[in-house]
């Protein structure tokens, strides 16, 4: 393959496949979360034990937001993946504190993994609400990505997972967690594993961005019965859920600059100092547009991501890995110029960049940092 | 419109035109883009080229077919684009005509200088150049000094200096900015002229770029003639005809958008050959984990930039800010290409001192050369700087500094 | 000044004491920097460091023995700071008076002044704040609107709203700077107190960090009384000392310079041994090319910088631009600080998300900490952004903005 | 060795152990320059054969400049090298070309490997300013640093070099080039080769830096007398030579930075835009403070690097890496900035600025780029 092949752009579609059902997703889900989730509740629902609101939670299912990609035999609304990314977008804008990215990684693995009576089990309390599910994608620290440290080995009929996964999003809440594990034969299986378990033990982590709740699972020789292993299960089944969490996490980190490029852009115009609105001033007026120039161009990604998703399956993987990327990095300075730009204030607790702070800390690594996705780009083109 | 396998069609007819009809390199130095067009044989070598491309039918596809084009068709255009790239073909010499001036004239002209002027500019018969920057206006365009006094016959008499003018010393025409009511407001006294460049007064003068490439010019206009029909749009509407003619050369045209995403990716392409070909400490400089890390970096952003310009055809995704897509353009491709030109120069190592005539210089010392090169585009066309400016105050609505 | 074989006796002792003598980390969690001190328990375990390393002849090193120090000894100062950083001593919770005030105090105060206030200052017993930024006084500290008002007896009465007021809720006194003739130019209206932080009048709020500790505060004046030996200088001088004060809190006084960059050498030594520790994909993350090359950066930089704060020592080596090095000090070094501390973040992958409060969080959640506390330095004391302004300004005689 | 004692700082004495002296040797170098170098004079010797003035470099020679840190015995004045790096500080600023880099570096391996015989042959005349000297250091293009590519096979009573060495300065004017070439035994020896030889092609390079010149040396089977051996020759001989060379080099850039610098401010408070000086706007003032920032820290590590040569001896190799890394790349900025800024007159011929542009694309890679150096100081502290 030349360079220039290897290099091409995946084919979006006329007008990048969004169409006026696209619209209205983003516009209603904006509105809902205008009026469901404003900064204050954000700051509510940092110090709430569960750390989400049940009610919009369930007013989130009844808008069929979980099964928005999900197949319609399973009860999903069949939608492209582009309608999702926007909604991750606007989750991210607007900080919503909730598992919807614990749920969505849960029901790509069903979805891709499980046989149709092991998905008509698992899926439908998902997207009903009722039930919290999550995937354990995290390795241990400092373990390599996708070498499924966490062990399975036949038993009694059927399996023994023992293993920890740190960073377990939702998992406090969960009544459902999807685990992958090596088997004996080394492939990668997927396990759904039902909590509360007798030897599963779920240790709620404190995180810096308390507007998103995890875990870390003990696995100490959890039993599961032979049909808790999703059927399907492969490293490459892996892979695409990696790929399809990478590109919803990328959206949502997309929403989340732009969350921070408008407070920045309202503070700068009106805070005064010097006898004018400090946005006035070269040396903040630039790196704000700095700044937007990163949120257009992580949206891109991240919403071009979620086109190729369906439209261009085998340009898939490399697309998320850029959107994750550049979403991990983009964010990261996109918060520290928010900072930054805002001054004394931009320091204090009082002052809401610090909530996209520290999700952009929080999220920075999650499925891979810009780093490692950089590397597997770079052996892409044939380089170290 | 082309229908899908009408277009496919044309492709292919393009493909195989463009296998035959490419031409092989001088043996003279080619320039690399249109800002360094500097000898009689380049211009002539190049402008054949774009002859035979407009005689074979593939070229203007955004002008109607009575002003010599071959009718709007973007799918046709772009369809060209991507092939031209593919063969590798010879850059446009009338770039400025094409790009910039063809379209303001096909906005504001009076049907007769569309008739007039559009034919010739696009078969590359006569080229055009741009004479808006003076010394002392340089971002700051709008405190331009050059004057157009109307006559009682309706003809104008242009007396002033411009600067940095691309292909002037080759060019029939010039877009022209003049003063010609210097009671007005700064912006209000300003009109535009499509100048003929042999007309009596005029003194083009080379200047070198740092590369010690010519291509650009100043010129000097003492009491030079203007005709009455030479006036775009009307007197006094020259600001806003040129900040339409800055629209386009900034690429805000969203018609260019693919091609000119396609033409980073062609970039990118060629640095990444570069890394695979040139080794560093005894290995191929891509095997080195710091330099990947940097290519691999320029991929994620030409990808961005490339989705990005794909994203302004849908303009519902970006209702927010309508204009931010089409007003970045220029400043993160332009920066974007300055970083790759530069890393190119370092996978050289010591080798990126061997200059164009150095026999053994990598690749005729283009990478050097093009590296100097995208400083053109950083400073041309409004500074990366001026750029931010108008993107916080126009896209933004952040407070204009004083 | 000390002899050198004195001096390393002097050395020699100095790591004695305080390899017996430094205190074990106490069972609460201590603040990183003098920034955000909270709890009085934190407080009271550090003035009692700062105590005995008073009591036992190891501060002071800058003030005359009548006024409770230990007689100027540069070399002495430095021989103690490279011994407390060796030592992994705690930091001197007196951190503003010591720096800041003390100085300033030093160079401006009446001999009743300097009797009255240095002596509690350096053993602690008295804590200094400082009162400069106001909510709309920020980057624009000329702006203050804090009155003083002088009332017949020589006293004043002050009302204002200052903010970012570190250690606030604990300290005696605060460098105080309030409008006392609000008719005069808005520099030449400003006078400078040493103030009584319990009069009447002045409540204290805390305000919370990002980090969610405290340690800074607001301070509400409502006619609070301040004596009438407050006055440090004259009435309408506040502002030169305060720009004396503003250079010694950036680190302007070439004594420490040294000093200073030994606390950097930590700083990285410290994120070296993690890049040593921390495993990514793996392996060490120090033996990834790519983190390894940006620590490698990040050394060159530290050394560079440490090498700038001994320029400063040798005046004839800077006498083009004489106040470059000691203005660029504190640029340089907080964003220095702010790229190594966002590094260590990256160094722990998901674990940077572990918080202060999680019993698996690396270094109990230190670095993350750590990173959202260098804004405190390229925010406080002038921002990144007004000190550009200021070195590009006053050093290279850029013209000032409007 | 813990973290801490690895990083610490060299001494550099009282007052960087900078003298009276000091200054002597610095203002009158400034002073000479100013005379004999104005920029019109970089710009004739650009065109002039040659490539650097004769009468130029004989003052120098009559100044002593050649022999600053040359042993007295040898005919030098035996000062120490923060002098030298002043020189070259100095001539960086004003971009003299001349072949003062080529003949330091041709020195440094004579008084380092040569025998009193050999030093008091060869030595003398350069010192004078009769012969140009000049030591072969590069690699071809691609090898790696100091494999020492060029090899010397003994034969007849001597030695036999076959070999290719590019970027040779002052090759071409040279009558005396010190070339270093692997033997049989693996080890290295320098080879002083007197030019012309039968077997020796030196063909002129084209720089894009015409105010320096270089030439490629191809060694065919070049036969030279057993006495052309440096006898004290080695590897670590090698290693202290490139050391001196890029502390000095890396003077010579940060000398270069402040005349970039120096113009750009200049520029920046004459060019007006709007109606006042472009220097007012934070645009372009903040980019000149921070190329003033790296100009002067690129000056305390050549100058650092400079007294660790004489004074801590342990330090100088890892102080000379660090101080050329920094140079190279904040040249490579401060010459970007410094075009940018200048506007389209930046991008003229007629604009100086391009002078110094150029001296840092050619400097960038010479005795290693910044990537080379950081990999080295990386494996120091244990890393990749």
Known sequence: MTALDLL??????????????????????????????????????????????????????????????????????ALDPLHLALLFEEQGRALLPSPFLACQLALSALELAATPEQAARWIPPILSGEQIATLAFEEPSGASRGAADTRAVPARGGWVLVGVRPHVLGAASAGLVIVPATEPDGGVGLFAVE????????????????????????????SVPAAARLERSSRAVVERVEARGRTLLAAEMAGGIAAVLERTRAYACEREQFGRPIGAFQAVKHPIVDTMVSAELARSLALGAAVAW??????????????????????????????????????????????????????????????????????????? | MSQPDELEAFRARARE?????????????????????????????????????YDAGYLGFDVPEEYGGRGVDRERRRVVTEELVRARAPFLV????????????LTFGTEAQKRRMLPPLLRGDELWCQGFSEPAAGSDLASLQTRAVRQADGTYRVTGHKVWTTVAHFASWMILLARTDPAANKYAGISYFLFPMDATGVTVEPLLKMTGEGGFNQVLFDDAPSPADSLLGEEGQGWTIAMTTLTFERGAAETHARERAAALLAQLGRVVELAREREREGAPALADPVLADRIAQLWIECAAIGLSMARTRAPALNAERPFALPLMNKLVSSEWNQRLAELATELLGADAALWLDDPRAPHGGDWTRGYMNSFGMTIGGGTSEILRNVIGERVLGLPKGK
Chains 1, 4 share one sequence.
């Open chain 1, 8 to 77: 091409a752009l995946p084919d979006v579609g006329e007008e990048f496949s969004f169409s006026d059902e696209h619209e209205l997703t983003r516009a209603s889900a904006r509105r809902f979360l205008a009026e469901r989730c404003p900064t204050s509740e954000v700051r509510r629902l940092m110090d709430d034990p569960v750390g989400h609101d049940a009610s919009t939670w369930r007013s989130m299912a009844e808008l069929g937001w979980l099964g928005t990609t999900v197949p319609q035999p399973l009860g999903g609304a």
């Open chain 1, 195 to 222: 909590l509360p378990h007798p030897c599963v033990l779920v240790e709620a982590e404190r995180s810096v961005d308390t507007t998103r709740r995890a875990a870390r699972l003990v696995l100490e020789g959890a």
């Open chain 1, 310 to 384: 369906s439209r261009e399956p085998a340009r898939h993987d490399t697309l998320s890995r850029m959107a994750k990327a550049y979403a991990s990095d983009a964010f990261a300075v996109a918060v520290r110029r928010g900072v930054q730009l805002h001054g004394g204030y931009g320091f204090t607790w009082d002052c809401d960049i610090q909530l996209w702070f520290k999700r952009a800390v929080a999220s920075r690594a999650l499925l891979g940092d810009a780093l490692h996705h950089r590397r597997w780009l770079a052996a892409a083109l044939g380089g170290a």
């Open chain 2, 17 to 53: 035109w463009l296998l035959a009809n490419v031409p092989a390199r001088p043996s003279f130095k080619l320039p690399q883009t249109f800002l360094e067009v500097e000898a009689r044989e380049q211009l002539e070598w190049l402008r054949d080229w774009q002859r035979r491309l």
């Open chain 2, 94 to 105: 009338n770039f400025i005509g094409l790009e910039w001036a063809g379209p303001t004239i």
